[in-house]
């Protein structure tokens, strides 16, 4: 009953969309404003009916009715609530039907914001939203149907979800947040391609499309990190990132698009790279395109991708129909969006802003190449091929401190062709802490690895000129107008909470990207068998084998060991364990993570003896690792404040 009730509001989103897509072309074309209605209509009728079949998962994941295939697939009795709740997003079927969820909601909020406005590009832009929507619900009702029945005889129980799903309580959120970041991207897509369809670019579009991308971005940020978090706390490895091709499929759409951030700023400021910026845009949505194919067709081996299925050549087809669409579309359009302003000197932020897009993209193509690399190879000469972290380590570093001083020297610069003379002021004093502070940390503390160095000098410089950024408009009140400093303040910030936004964005990057260079810099790493009562030294710690504890939970099995740590942080007990699930032939690791300021203490358990009179363990000392955490909360404070409408009158 549930499958088909499901199905059938499946088919229903399917018909809306595509409806949809027809009249907003037609809307667009006729410059009819009565089917530009009806194309609205039918976009609140596609949410209405995803929203029906999310709802109708839901219940029957909730209700264990196992005659609905992905039930019988990811469901299980014997799961908590929580589990069985997030178990819709734990499989591919379910995962799809998730993603046209998020779809439907961020079209119905486009539409609801564009309600009376922009009658020129809206109807485009929902016609190439709807046209995605109408993609997605044919893969839900069709190859990634979730709905199908279960076959005879239905099964009294399931499985339960993946076991390295339900070992961590950020597979809540982590799937959820990039979903949001992915699938938000359709919304600037569909506006790039209504300027493209209309011919132009005004500035009151580049700003909304600047916001339109600001959302999803946000979003993927936090959801890359939290990916690298539920890494570090499960996999039981000691790092967050290692360039895995899933890893890296998230990373690339976020690489465009913070150059499409950037560059955006430019139509509206010196009416420039307006089709650059189209583009960039464009390539965005082309590459989360081309990541959920890797993720879900199967072609790359990884913890985080699901297995292989058959929409993996659909995905392809689907790739390759837009990538066509885009480029015939910026063929015949991109000369209609070129703007009359032009690129400032050689040194100058316009100029700055041009050479960041060059690395980003420079970046993106190199990781792209990294990655998908060994798979053309295979298939052209069978020949089976790694790119392993050194590879991308190798081109990171370098592109990572550009970018850092480009962050600092960016906002710092003039507009147009600045002077001399107000080029040194500008930059002189950010440039001159960036020299002392590398010079300092090598005179204090003996620190002489190159890259460290100048990751710490170009973080001082970014810092130093975001927080002048942040002051300036302060000090400027307090002298002109005669205001307190909470006065000033409150005012700066009220008239430009978008620009202090983007500063808070940049100092939370910058704190990310100084943590991975000093964890990667000084991580350290040991492993030990520890016998019961046993000691060992491992840097400042003493790590002692207390016992191990046997704890029995519904859908598992767990085995702690439980460890006594002594050292500068005085006294604690870790726990790491091993996870055995009916599903799984082999336990999984949860290891144990003790957080200070300046470092982590990390334990993953390898092995317990068959008697449990000794352990073996992997010990790690994981410095700054915790900042990762801390900034990503920092950069989603000012992804809100930066894309939160701005009041009357306030500036950007």
């Excluded at 967050?240 to 990373?251: G, I, K, L, Q, T």
Aim: hydrophobic share 50%.
């Amino acid at each position: 009953m549930l499958g088909r009730l499901g199905e059938m509001w499946v088919l229903l989103a399917l018909g809306a969309a595509s409806a949809g897509a027809v009249t907003g072309f037609a809307a667009g074309s006729l410059r009819s404003h009565s089917l530009l209605r009806h194309t609205q209509r039918f976009t609140r009728a596609f949410a209405l009916f995803m929203t029906l079949a999310f709802v109708t998962m839901e219940v029957a994941l909730l209700r264990h009715d196992f005659s609905v295939k992905y039930v019988a697939k990811v469901g299980s009795l014997a799961s908590p609530l929580h589990i069985t709740i997030v178990s819709l997003w734990s499989s591919l079927e379910g995962s799809i039907l998730l993603w046209g969820l998020i779809l439907a909601i961020f079209v119905t909020v486009f539409t609801q914001w564009s309600r009376d406005r922009h009658p020129e590009t809206v109807p485009w832009s929902l016609a190439t939203m709807l046209t995605v929507s109408a993609f997605f619900a044919f893969l839900i009702a069709g190859p990634a149907n979730p709905f199908t029945p279960a076959p005879n005889p239905v099964p009294l129980d399931g499985p339960g979800p993946n076991p390295l799903l339900q070992n961590h309580a950020l597979m809540i959120i982590h799937p959820p947040m990039l979903y949001l970041g992915y699938v938000g991207m359709t919304v600037p897509f569909g506006m790039a391609m209504g300027a493209l369809f209309a011919g132009q670019l005004g500035p009151a579009w580049t700003v909304a499309l600047r916001r339109a991308l600001l959302v999803p971005w946000g979003f993927l940020s936090v959801g890359i990190v939290l990916g690298g978090w539920w890494a570090y706390d499960v996999l039981g490895w000691g790092g967050y990132w290692a360039w895995d091709p899933v890893e890296n499929a998230s990373f690339l759409p976020w690489l465009t698009a913070t150059a499409a951030l950037h560059a955006a700023m430019l139509p509206s400021r010196r009416d420039a790279m307006k089709g650059w910026t189209v583009s960039l845009v464009l390539v965005t949505f082309l590459l989360t395109l081309l990541g959920t194919f890797m993720t879900r067709s199967g072609v790359f081996n990884s913890v985080h991708s699901f297995t292989q299925s058959e929409i993996g050549p659909i995905f392809l087809g689907f790739l390759a129909f837009s990538l066509v669409a885009c480029v015939v579309l910026l063929a015949l359009r991109v000369d209609g969006l070129a703007g009359k302003g032009e690129i400032g000197a050689l040194v100058s932020r316009e100029a700055s802003f041009l050479v960041n897009n060059l690395l980003l993209v420079a970046f993106t193509f190199t990781v792209l190449l990294g990655t998908t690399f060994p798979l053309v190879m295979e298939a052209w000469k069978d020949v089976r091929l790694s790119v392993g972290e050194p590879y991308f380590n190798q081109v990171a570093m370098p592109i990572g401190v550009a970018l850092l001083f480009l962050m600092g020297v960016g906002p710092a610069l003039p507009w147009g062709e600045p002077s001399g003379r107000k080029v040194a002021e500008a930059i002189g004093p950010p440039i001159l802490a960036a020299v002392v502070v590398p010079l300092a940390l090598w005179g204090a503390f003996g620190i002489d690895r190159p890259w460290p160095l100048a990751t710490f000098g170009t973080a001082t410089l970014a810092t130093v000129v975001s927080l002048r950024e942040m002051v300036t408009p302060v000090r400027v009140r307090m002298r002109e107008q005669g205001e307190s400093f909470a006065t000033a303040a409150g005012r700066a910030f009220s008239r430009g909470r978008r620009r202090y936004g983007g500063q808070i964005v940049h100092l939370g990057i910058i704190v990310i990207i100084v943590a991975i260079a000093v964890s990667h810099a000084w991580r350290v790493d040991r492993e030990f068998t520890v016998p019961t009562g046993g000691t060992v030294s491992f840097e400042e710690y003493s790590f002692t084998y207390a016992r191990t504890e046997n704890v029995k939970e519904p859908h598992r099995d767990r085995q702690e060991a439980v460890v006594e740590v002594t050292g500068p942080g005085g006294a604690f007990t870790l726990r790491p364990a091993l996870n055995a699930y009916s599903t799984s032939m082999n336990a999984i690791g949860s290891p144990a993570v003790k957080t200070f300021p300046t470092h982590d203490v990390y334990v993953s358990l390898l092995n317990i003896a068959p008697d449990a009179s000794s352990v073996g363990l992997h010990i790690y000392r994981n410095p700054a690792v915790g900042w990762l955490w801390f900034a990503t909360a920092v950069v989603a404070a000012g992804t809100m404040l930066a894309a939160w409408p701005a009041r009357k009158g306030a500036t950007a």
